[in-house]
């Protein structure tokens, strides 16, 4: 113990009666230069005085001391240490090159070190306390492992009587071991069932999925809180997938890969963590009923589950036709469920609404919906215990998962919540955070991680070459380098005066468009760079000088290739494709609804490539595309699958040009006809080093 002392506000006495409070069994050795003892045990003047082995050393010094305290310890052989003091890269760039001096020492000699700018570690299961803030009074051993950058998240976690732990780890800076180690060893902790993360900055995305493949692969729920995850501005790019593919994106698609769940703040948080940990019932599909005694909550209830994602299926007639005859005459049997005011003096018929909805094979989990603040009084108390009573009673014999929340974010009043914990009945608070929780256990136990084949022989050396000059991409030739790589483009030719464009729309049939061909014009529509619609040679001769001189009057720097003329495709329904790429997450893949208005509109998802046809698929199904392909309002149905299978193909391409490309514009894609395929519009490929040196008017015209 490096900075013990007698005094009872210094951290170096904080941890050791921390460690004699809990009745910790190993041995402990203060060093301090005067002192004879510390809190009653013998102390040593230096390292070299100590007698016996050291598994692990605590440093309660300043920051300035750290390194030699480091170095001290090396040469007596103790390669774990513990590091409280701030100082370090928290405090900016002085500050950051003495915690890259730490972490080159640290890995160079195998010391594990937890911090610096941390509260420490406290294993409840072990009995072991290296941790410098006051234990929690009533802290409750149980399954749940604490990891968090925030000293102040541990603090406030760890004071709730509603969560049981296994470990509590603030980890600070992270500038050695960092959550994902920490991750990895409660994924073989014995005494570990589910993990909480408070996540500052995820510094190494790669160890950081190992360590979660195995605690999926444990069984192990994963639930994390990740700050800084607003946008103060995202840099220019010329691409619409920078808009809409932000870094949060990205991260929220890592985390679903791996089955990770991503909640929003600590509310949130908590009751996730309490229904994982006090659920041991996987449901088995999506369906969720509701039962209630009051209509209006239900109501509620309803546009809640909605907005969160729930699903509430209809009923299946025969249990309908059961609670016509369970219910009072002016009952309605339906999902959600309203036992009517009824239920409040019939016990019985309560319970027999719960067990019909039980039984209903379209429901997976039944969530009752209850007022039960804390400040009930003696008789509302005792009239809502009885129908706690009797959801434990149903309990003890149920297959499904039946979850009790309060309508309220306030605590249960402890006799409603009695018969609850005695029955181990998951009992969460507040409606919101409650559906919310109830979604993630149906995701994370619906969660599958598909394994992906080797995409290597996509990659063309002569078009990796191409990308890597860092040189701007037309669209004639990004819808070459598509095409090559097995997507749908439309015919087109390159003209460079009016007669070639007349002759070329002679031979590709028409009508045909028009569009600028400069690689200094991202976005063409915006200088008035594509016309529609020319159905003759002579409307395309005279388009063609018009687009022209109306494209340099706009951007007269630009370089003009001359125009293209394009095979006018039906418009069928726009969708945009894309590929971004977000540090540190690599490449990932974004499909939504396409066109002029795509960022105004900004309905589109991403994922992490590569992503399967199923996946794709998915990602289709949680935009507005998904209504519109069906064929909406009477419209011909579009060919959804050939969509999936382009979005697919180009999360490929994402990989295997990952170190040369850094963005991908596909809008508009015209998705044809159930059977016509899905066909490239318009196609925007930027470079890794194009997105650096764009030209200060190309950045302009992305901006606007």
């Given at each position: 113990m490096l900075g013990a002392s007698p005094r009872a506000e210094a951290l170096g006495n904080t941890v050791i009666r921390n460690l004699q409070r809990i009745g910790y069994a190993g041995a402990i050795y203060p060093v301090h230069p005067g002192a004879p003892e510390v809190?009653?045990?013998?102390?040593?003047?230096?390292?070299?005085?100590i007698p016996g082995s050291v598994d692990c050393a605590v440093i309660a010094l300043s920051y300035d001391k750290a390194l030699p305290a480091l170095e001290a310890?090396?040469?007596?052989?103790?390669?774990?240490?513990?590091?409280?003091?701030?100082g370090f890269a928290e405090t900016g760039a002085e500050g950051a090159a003495l915690q890259e001096q730490l972490t080159r020492y640290?890995?160079?000699?195998?010391?594990?070190?937890?911090?610096?700018?941390?509260?420490g570690l406290y294993s409840v299961a072990s009995r072991v306390s290296l941790y410098s803030a006051a234990l929690p009074e009533n802290l409750r051993p149980g399954g749940l492992s604490l990891l968090s950058h925030s000293g102040s998240a541990c603090i406030a976690l760890s004071n709730l009587d509603r969560l049981g732990f296994s470990h509590l780890v603030s980890l600070g800076n992270g500038a050695v071991?960092?959550?994902?180690?920490?991750?990895?060893?409660?994924?073989?902790?014995?005494?570990?069932?589910?993990?909480?993360?408070?996540?500052?900055?995820?510094?190494?995305?790669?160890?950081?999925?190992?360590?979660?493949?195995?605690?999926?692969?444990?069984?192990?729920?994963?639930?994390?809180?990740?700050?800084?995850?607003?946008?103060?501005?995202?840099?220019?790019?010329?691409?619409?997938?920078g808009a809409l593919a932000t870094p949060d994106t990205a991260l929220q698609a890592f985390f679903h890969r791996l089955g990770v769940v991503l909640v929003e703040d600590y509310d949130e948080l908590i009751e996730t963590c309490v229904l994982f940990l006090g659920n041991d019932r996987k449901p088995k599909s999506n369906g969720v009923a509701v039962l209630n005694v009051s209509g209006g909550e239900l109501a509620l209830t309803c546009d809640i589950a909605e907005r969160v994602g729930l699903t509430l299926p209809d009923l299946t007639p025969a249990t309908v036709n059961l609670l016509r005859e369970i219910l009072p005459p002016f009952g309605a049997p339906r999902n959600p469920l309203d036992a009517t005011g009824v239920a409040v003096?019939?016990?019985?018929?309560?319970?027999?609404?719960?067990?019909?909805?039980?039984a209903d094979p379209a429901i997976s989990l039944v969530a009752i919906s209850q007022d039960c603040p804390s400040t009930l009084g003696k008789d509302q108390a005792a009239t809502y215990r009885?129908?706690?009573?009797?959801?434990?009673?149903?309990?003890?014999?149920?297959?499904?998962?039946?979850?009790f929340f309060n309508n309220i974010s306030d605590t249960i009043h402890p006799a409603v919540l009695e018969p609850l914990n005695e029955a181990s009945v998951p009992s969460l608070c507040g409606m919101r955070n409650a559906l919310r929780a109830i979604g993630h256990l149906i995701d994370h136990h619906a969660h599958a991680e598909v394994?992906?084949?080797?995409?290597?022989?996509?990659?063309?050396?002569q078009w990796a070459e191409r990308l890597?000059?860092?040189?701007?991409f037309t669209e004639r030739e990004s819808k070459a380098f598509l095409a090559d790589h097995g997507i749908a483009v439309t015919r087109e030719q390159l003209a460079t005066n009016a007669d070639d464009a007349a002759s070329a729309a002679k031979r590709l049939g028409f009508p045909v468009v028009l569009k600028i061909d400069s690689e200094d014009i991202p976005h063409k529509t915006e200088v008035g760079g594509v016309v529609l619609n020319l159905a003759s040679e002579a409307e395309v001769a005279t388009a063609f000088d018009d687009l022209i001189a109306r494209v340099r009057k706009h951007m007269p720097q630009a370089h003009i290739n001359g125009a293209l003329v394009q095979q006018q495709i039906d418009k069928g329904i726009e969708a945009i494709v894309g590929i971004a790429t977000h540090k540190p997450f690599g490449p990932g893949v974004l499909v939504g609804s396409g066109g002029v208005l795509v960022e105004l509109v900004k309905d589109a998802t991403f994922d992490i490539a590569p992503v399967t046809t199923r996946d794709a698929s998915s990602m289709i199904a949680r935009t507005r595309l998904a209504d519109l392909t069906r064929g909406f309002r009477g419209a011909t149905p579009a060919d959804r699958e050939a969509l999936a299978e382009l979005v697919s193909r180009l999360s490929e391409v994402a990989i295997v040009y990952a170190d040369e490309l850094d963005a991908m514009d596909l809008n508009p894609v015209s998705v044809q006809p159930i059977g016509k395929g899905a066909i490239v519009l318009d196609a925007l490929i930027i470079p890794k080093a194009d997105n650096k040196t764009l030209s200060a008017t190309n950045i302009e015209e992305a901006q606007t």
């Open positions: 809190l009653g045990i013998p102390a040593y003047a230096n390292l070299d005085d310890l090396n040469a007596r052989g103790v390669r774990n240490a513990v590091l409280y003091a701030s640290c890995n160079q000699n195998g010391i594990n070190l937890c911090g610096p700018n941390c509260l071991t960092d959550i994902a180690d920490y991750l990895d060893y409660v994924a073989q902790d014995e005494h570990t069932t589910v993990a909480a993360l408070f996540i500052e900055t995820l510094r190494d995305p790669e160890k950081f999925a190992v360590a979660a493949r195995k605690m999926r692969a444990a069984g192990k729920p994963v639930v994390a809180l990740k700050v800084g995850r607003s946008s103060s501005g995202a840099a220019a790019s010329a691409a619409h997938t003096f019939d016990i019985d018929m309560y319970g027999a609404c719960l067990r019909a909805l039980l009885r129908l706690a009573q009797a959801v434990a009673k149903v309990n003890a014999d149920a297959a499904k998962p039946i979850v394994k992906h084949t080797s995409v290597g022989h996509l990659r063309d050396e890597a000059s860092g040189l701007p």
